[in-house]
């Protein structure tokens, strides 16, 4: 005899299938309507989950509750994978803490390169057929992953991958230096995480200043830095036509060849500026002197990991960093910034004018407008996010003013680097500066997105009239 299930039972269930219907249709409509909102309430909620984690005694070191302001700092640093600090990442948290942080960096970094990859597929299908095959190929034939849930297993994938070569780099050398089997597995696996996401936290107390001639530890984590700043679709460019530069897409021109630009110059730059600081670099060996200049221009781009004190510095390199961290890394990275495509789009858009030609060229295709206005509303946003920052910690403190606008851009760029500014901060300074480093994070994403979806076509065009600028 077969047994029926209570009438109550049955219609329970039928309920419970109904409301996980509605949620999910919700979900699937706002994501379709407004990708931006959708983004900004997945982080939010992310960074809310992740403040309450560090704020459980179990989280600190000492076992006593953490400062709302400084878990909230902490929480927003690591899911917008930063690396600022106001308490001491090896000191204040206990083995817990640092591992909730660590998944906070692989969860953010991870929803940086999947929103924006995502954000592009759904602008993409606003777009039209000739749009849609741009966008296609700008996302190196992404939309044909097929659904989503693919896409993201591949990029999960990517990213896994290459933070287990990392670590695998690092593990041993650890263990050479005299560490346990197990410490040197989890700062192995801490700093490869942390390097491929760009964040810039350290599980040393004394940070990488033990290691700064190791190339050992460094070129691991330079490199990760730097495979994390190109961002996910270069990264499949590179895996799937390696070095046949005619076949990558424009937008992996362009963020390849800016980046190792901005990599060289930064080296010279920063090793010139430095080279008889004292304070620094001055009594090392010419060797080192050269690590220390590279290492210094892959971390001021948003890696945020540093082997001398910022505050040693002299204003003109601070001035340096402030340009490089300004500028970033590459779109759809875990980098920060205003990225290196917007910097290219107007480096073009300045020479294409000054040359008199009516359309923007680049190794054979032309770059709509549509592209530099999104490029110029970028820039704008961006500067006006740390003037305003800069205004408000400014009016919170007696600190010097370029002191300031280095921690505010480095919040601003996801970057990290700190001039320890973030620590000495009362409550309203750091939530100026985790709300900087939310708006680093997802601006430029959602109102590149936002603009895309706004286009709209008109029937009629008003008469052409110049007005005079310059």
Known sequence: ?????????????????????????????????????????????VILVFTALLSLPMSAADGEVTALHDAFFTAVSAVCVTGLTVVSTAAHWSFFGQLVILLAIFIGGLGTLTLASLLALIVSKRLGVRGKLLAQEA???????????????????????????????????????????????????????????????????????????DLWILTPIMLGVFLGSLGF?????????????????????????????????GTFAWGFLEWENEETIANLSVTDKAIHALFASVMTRSGGFNLVEQTDMSTTTMLLTDALMFAGGGSASTAGGIKVTTIAVMFLAIV????????????????????MRVAISVIFMGATLVLVGSALILSLTDEPLD???????SAFATCGLSTNLSAELPPAGKYVLSALMFAGRMGTITLASALALRQRSTLYRYP???PIIG
Not at 403 to 409: L, R, W, Y
């Open 1 to 45: 005899m077969v047994s029926q299930q209570p009438r109550w039972l049955t219609d329970d269930r039928r309920g419970y299938v109904r409301l996980l219907a509605s949620v999910r249709d919700f979900v699937d409509s706002f994501a379709n309507s407004s990708p931006a909102r959708l983004a900004l309430f997945i982080f939010t909620a």
């Open 139 to 213: 996302l190196n034939n992404a939309s044909r992953l097929g659904e989503i849930g693919t896409l993201l297993r591949i990029v999960i994938t990517t990213s896994v991958l290459i933070e287990v070569v990392l670590a695998a780099a690092m593990i041993p050398r650890f263990m050479v230096l005299g560490e346990p089997w197990w410490l040197a597995i989890w700062h192995g696996v801490f700093y490869s995480i942390s390097a491929f996401n760009n964040a810039g936290f350290t599980p040393h107390s004394d940070g990488l200043v033990p290691y700064e001639t």
């Open 233 to 265: 679709p270069v990264i499949m460019v590179l895996v799937q036509v390696r070095h046949h530069f005619r076949k990558w897409t424009l937008h992996a021109k362009l963020t390849v060849s800016v980046s190792l630009i901005l990599l060289v110059a």
């Open 352 to 371: 294409a004018e000054a040359r008199g030609d009516n359309d923007v060229r680049a190794w054979g295709r032309t770059i709509p407008s549509g592209a």
């Open 403 to 409: 002191k300031v606008v280095f921690e505010v851009i």
């Open 464 to 466: 052409d009239e110049r």
